[in-house]
């Protein structure tokens, strides 16, 4: 009976095995494999958990390709053809399909909790602490809080960090967040995602307010962040922010769980100290 | 110098001005001295004419041209340096991290000498903002001046390789960077900023060349006690005259971020103890946020070499709206204009234009486009001001097609030589055109940000690039080579009748000064953007150098592993350069080749 059973067994097997497999969904994702608190390739970022709630909706398995998100980033990995998300980005972006964004967050200011807050670009402080920025790097535009310093004549006392940094270190980045706790400078303007991850876990942890006016001249200091797919890749789309939308309270949790400075209809829910 | 060598140079020199017609343009005598067959500064003389006397190598046997030695940078970065050779040593600085090297010219091979590590901050890469390129150094009094990517002038002793002195000049966390090859003038060594992509202020430093301390700084904008303007200052227009008008030609407080780095060409009139450089754009990018003519950006100064005061300036581009730093060579010359012998500066402009100026004044006595252009109309002789096709400028919510040039300008910093044999100046140029579209989102390492969408593409003719000889006399152009790619290498002119320039699919070229014909070609492993030199060797005969090793602004999109179809990489540049990556690949290598 065994041995008689085993040849038919197996290929019953395998045939069930290639059904399963072909029918099992799997979702392509793109992401910096360092790069907290949005991701990296232990899971851990804010986007991984994102994307197992909508992979779960989806009914899908996911499969990362992991890619520092620098110049290039888009082109070298959605465009070409390696996955079918990249799950944070903003809203859009040129080149790609943007979902409807499911966050706003904004730039902030970060300051230990014994010092003075500062909550606009015009406080006369800014004039006189050493504040970090983050510089972007060759294409000649910086961070828009930089442009807004560079356009109020501060300059002489602000500090640039390289968005890049030594990518041989840990989410380089959060060296910005860290130069606050250092002492290295008195405050730093950076993206509210990064600030409030990383600023919740200094000791003691940093105050992160967010900057003001919201929109100085040209240059934007909220942002909406969506998904990109690709142009072609409606459906998908569609079915990305469906996933969202019902499964709203777990997506809002985790970016509340991260500390994610949010200025959209869901702030109150989601405000860091 | 040998008795041999003065007595080749002696007679060199003489035949060079028997042969040549009076009537044409020459270098004055104090800024172009005699032939010594030696390359002690990378544009040969104070004149910058980048033309040697030596004149072996010839219309003739060109062609018989073979490689006699070379020499890896080990960086493979854009080579944008000219070697230098003095005595029996040549010296090689390369990109970031700006080793310089010493070659033994006298033993077979040219073996390396010595090497001197500055170890520059390794932060400045990400500063830098078009390649980390260097310019190239400079010989003085025993010594080899040269800069650091991040912001160091450093001399050292030229026989033993050893430091001399380090003085630091520019921040790196302010964007500072310096790039350029520094001029040394008497007893100063003259250094200038880069870095107007990140809103710094421009400066030119003279530093004392025994001991590296600053005798004198002048900033390109800011009030006039900082920019060096006294009461010796006399520029030509009414548009230069008036009080701090690097504060005024500003909104408030914008010219402490006004760019106007100095990062490109010194020239020096012995006779009139003037230096002559440019400033470059102003800053920040976005020129809706400061109106004005933004002094004293994208214009050249005339200063006292020894003080550093102000004598003229005039501004090639005011209120720049395109990039168009103000910081390419200035050839000297004296010649005969309009029945009068005048002293004159002449400057392919990165507008387009070839400016002939009166260099005691700073009076235009010509400007004639030498590339296409549809951005300006001329510039006004009487104004001396730029006529700007309003049509052609980037405007806010508004997509600008084929504005030409491009940002890199009709030419950007890669020098032009002249010939006083010919009368003709030879310009390595591009021909491009862009497309400017408003702000877009952008997005890097999780950080949303806005910044410019800009395409460039060949201009008419479908080449972007090209090699021509003005007639600097008539303000025409003789004849023009057209290049696949911008040809973003210098040029040298020889008395040989031969000039040599690189393409940055590689080709090494030696054209017949005349008429353009091409004698000789050689294929190096990388896409040349440096700059060729013409020297004597020990042994007594004529040598060429290059190095070969693409990159720069240009060329970032391969030795910055930029990807070809990001077009709004490197500024826009990468998106008329995509196919770069299918002809040549990174390198950094130094060719020297002699005839048979």
Request: with cysteine; net charge neutral; hydrophobic share 40%.
């Amino acid at each position: 009976m065994r041995s008689g059973c085993r040849k038919s067994c197996i290929a019953w097997l395998l045939l069930v095995a290639s059904v399963i497999v072909g029918h099992a969904r799997e979702l392509r994702v793109c992401s910096d494999p360092n790069n907290l608190p949005f991701s990296n390739d232990r899971l851990e970022g804010y986007e991984n958990k994102i994307v197992d709630v909508i992979a779960g909706e989806l009914r899908a398995s996911v499969q990362y390709t992991w890619w520092p998100q620098r110049r290039g980033f888009v082109r070298n990995t959605l465009k070409a053809g390696l996955c079918d998300l990249i799950p944070g980005t903003v809203s859009g972006l040129g080149a790609v399909r943007t979902t409807v964004p499911y966050y706003r967050s904004t730039y902030v200011f970060v300051t230990r909790p014994e010092a003075e807050e500062i909550t606009s670009l015009d406080d006369p402080k800014l004039r006189k602490l050493l504040i970090g920025v983050h510089l972007i790097g060759d294409d000649g535009f910086n961070v828009p809080p930089a442009h807004a310093l560079a356009r109020r004549g501060i300059i002489e006392n602000v500090l640039g960090f390289s968005i890049y940094g030594d990518y041989r270190q840990d989410n380089p980045p959060a060296r910005l967040i860290e130069a606050v706790t250092a002492g290295k400078v008195d405050v730093a303007i950076a993206w509210g995602p990064l600030a409030g991850y990383f600023g919740a876990r200094q000791d003691p942890s940093l105050r992160v307010t967010p900057v003001n006016p919201i929109r100085d001249e040209r240059f934007p200091m909220t942002f909406p962040i969506a998904m990109a797919l690709l142009p072609e890749n409606g459906s998908l789309k569609h079915e990305v922010e469906d996933a969202i939308a019902k499964r709203r309270t777990e997506v809002d949790a985790i970016l509340s769980a991260f500390h994610v400075p949010r200025v959209d209809a869901f702030s109150r829910l989601a405000m860091p100290r | 110098m040998s008795f041999s060598r003065l007595i080749v140079a002696l007679v060199s020199s003489l035949v060079g001005s028997a042969s040549s017609q009076p009537s044409l343009p020459r270098a004055p005598q104090t800024a172009a001295p005699n032939e010594n067959g030696e390359w002690a500064m990378p544009a040969k003389n104070f004149a910058s004419t980048r033309f040697s006397s030596l004149d072996e190598i010839n219309v003739d046997n060109a062609k018989n041209l073979q490689v006699a030695f070379t020499f890896s940078t080990g960086v493979n970065k854009g080579q944008e340096a000219a070697p230098l050779v003095v005595g029996n040593t040549m010296y090689i600085v390369s990109p970031y991290p700006n080793i310089l090297y010493a070659l033994d010219l006298s033993q077979a091979g040219a073996p390396m000498k010595w090497k001197y590590e500055p170890k520059p901050e390794p932060a400045s890469q990400g500063v830098a903002c078009c390649d980390v390129v260097n310019r190239g150094a400079a010989y003085s009094n025993g010594r080899i001046y040269f800069n650091t990517l991040d912001g160091n002038a450093i001399a050292v002793d030229a026989s033993t390789g050893k430091e001399v002195w380090r003085t630091k000049l520019g921040d790196i966390n302010r964007g500072e960077t310096v790039t350029m090859a520094p001029l040394v003038v008497k007893d100063k060594v003259l250094v200038g900023n880069s870095g107007g992509e990140y809103g710094v202020r421009g400066w030119l430093v003279a530093l004392d060349a025994g001991t590296g301390r600053q005798v004198w700084k002048a900033y390109s904008t800011g009030p006039d006690r900082d920019v060096l303007i006294g009461p010796e200052f006399k520029p030509y227009y009414d548009s230069d005259k008036g009080k701090d008008l690097g504060v005024s030609t500003w909104p408030p407080n914008a010219w402490e971020q006004g760019g106007g780095t100095v990062w490109g060409w010194i020239s020096y009139d012995p006779d009139l103890n003037l230096i002559y450089y440019g400033t470059a754009n102003p800053g920040p990018w976005n020129h809706e946020q400061r109106p004005g003519d933004n002094k004293w950006t994208a214009g050249i100064f005339a200063r006292d070499a020894d003080t550093g005061q102000a004598r003229w300036f005039y501004q090639f581009t005011p209120h720049d709206v395109h990039d168009w730093d103000g910081i390419n060579e200035i050839i000297l010359l004296d010649m005969e204009w309009k029945g009068q012998q005048r002293k004159v500066l002449a400057r392919p402009e990165r507008n387009g234009y070839l400016y002939v100026l009166d260099r005691t004044t700073g009076e235009v006595l010509s400007a004639e486009p030498f590339a296409y252009t549809n951005s300006t109309h001329g510039v006004d002789l009487k104004t001396g001001r730029l006529q700007i096709n309003p049509e052609k400028q980037p405007k806010l919510n508004q997509t600008v097609r084929d504005i030409c040039p491009t940002a890199p300008g009709a030419k950007d910093w890669n020098p032009s030589a002249y010939s006083e044999r010919t009368g003709l100046i030879y310009i390595p140029h591009n021909n491009m055109c862009m497309d400017v579209q408003t702000m877009d989102a952008n997005y890097i390492a999780g950080t949303p940000y806005v910044g410019a969408n800009v395409k460039m593409k060949a201009g008419p003719g479908g080449n972007r690039g090209e090699f021509s000889a003005w007639d600097v006399q008539n303000a025409r152009k003789r004849w023009s080579i057209k290049e696949n790619f911008p040809v973003w290498s210098g040029a040298v002119a020889t008395a040989g009748n031969v000039v040599f320039y690189g393409t940055m699919e590689g080709w090494f070229k030696a054209v017949n000064a005349e008429t353009g014909d091409v004698l000789w070609q050689f294929k190096t492993a990388s896409g040349i953007i440096g700059q060729p030199i013409t020297y004597k060797g020990p042994d007594g005969h004529q040598y060429v150098a290059v190095l070969s090793g693409v990159g720069g602004w240009s060329g970032a999109i391969v030795s910055g592993d930029l990807d070809p179809r990001d077009g709004t990489a490197a500024l826009g540049f990468v998106n008329a350069m995509a196919d770069l990556k299918d002809v040549t690949t990174k390198g950094g290598t130094l060719y020297a080749f002699r005839l048979p």
